[in-house]
């Protein structure tokens, strides 16, 4: 393969690259905890969007449990962003996934 043909493919590989971090900027992803009651919406970046809270679980005598839920929450959503991540850039990235920073 030719240098021009190699700088062709990188400058491809390039713009799809570029295509799936725009769709993943805009995908929203949903995590939750307690059966529902707290909601997490994050983009494909991870980026927190929303959090909805049921006022079932608002209980001012048990805060540790809200902060709980919302951990959890927020890791379902953050772990779903992750590897939804994972399987768009797949097929470009291959065998790169412990490149620090890729994903």
């Known amino acids: ?7 062709q493919m990188a400058q491809q590989m390039q713009r799809q ?4 971090q725009e769709e993943l900027a805009v995908t929203a992803i949903e ?3 307690g059966g529902g009651a707290i909601t997490v919406k994050m983009n494909g970046h991870r980026e927190l969007q929303s959090i909805t809270i049921s ?6 005598s048990d805060v540790e ?7 959890i929450a927020f890791n379902d959503a953050s772990k779903k962003a992750q590897e939804l991540a994972e ?3 797949g097929p470009l990235t ?3 996934k412990g490149i620090p920073g890729l994903f």
């Open 1 to 7: 393969m030719n240098p021009r043909q190699l700088q």
């Open 17 to 20: 690259m570029q295509k799936i």
């Open 31 to 33: 995590g939750s905890a």
């Open 55 to 60: 006022p079932e679980v608002v209980d001012a």
């Open 65 to 71: 449990m809200l902060q709980d839920l919302l951990l």
């Open 87 to 89: 399987q768009r850039m």
């Open 94 to 96: 291959g065998g790169m």
